[in-house]
C-alpha cells in the first residue's frame, strides 16, 4: 500500500512538473522571436524585451502567447524578407493563440499578420504603414475565428481584395 501511494505521488509530481508553463525570453533565452516560437511549447508565452526585430514569424500548430515585455510603442515588428508577413498563424484549429502589445509596420507586399484556420486573439497591438498595391493584402488579413481588441490601425493600404485589415 506504502509503495502504491509513493507510486501515485510520484506520477502526480512528474505530471504537475511536465503541465507548468514556460516563459521563453527573447533574447535572453533564445536569439529571435521565431527560435522563441520553435521552442515554446502549448501553454508556454514566448516574452519579447523592447526593440525592432525583423523577421517573417510562423507560429503553426501549437497553443503559445506571443507578448510584448514593454507593449507596442517600444515592441516593433518589420518582414525581414519583402514582400512577406511579418507574422503568420496557421493550423491552430484545436488552439488559441495570443499576439499582445507590437508594432507591426513595414510590411509592403503581404500582411502584418495572416491569421488562418484557427483561434488567434490580437490584442493592443499597433499596425502602421503596411502598404499593399494591386493585390490581396493590409495591415491583417484574417480565414478563419480572430479577435481583434483595442488595435490601432493607422495608414494601411489595402490591395484590389481587401482592404486595411
Known sequence: MKRLSLLILGLGLMLTATSTAATIHVPADQPTIQAGINTAIDGDTVLVAPGTYSENLTV?????????????????????????????????WVSVNKALGFKFTGVNGLHGIELMNGK???????????????????????????EIRNCLFENNRGGRHGGAI
Not at 64 to 88: D, F, K, Q, W
Not at 125 to 138: K, P, R, S
Open 60 to 92: 503553426d500548430n501549437k497553443e503559445i502567447v506571443l507578448l510584448s515585455e514593454g507593449g507596442a510603442a517600444v515592441t516593433t515588428l518589420t518582414p525581414a524578407i519583402t514582400p512577406g508577413n511579418i507574422l503568420v498563424y496557421s493550423n491552430n
Open 120 to 146: 488567434v486573439i490580437v490584442e493592443e497591438c499597433q499596425f502602421v504603414d503596411n502598404v499593399l498595391e494591386g493585390q490581396i493584402g493590409g495591415a491583417i488579413m484574417v480565414w478563419d475565428a480572430a
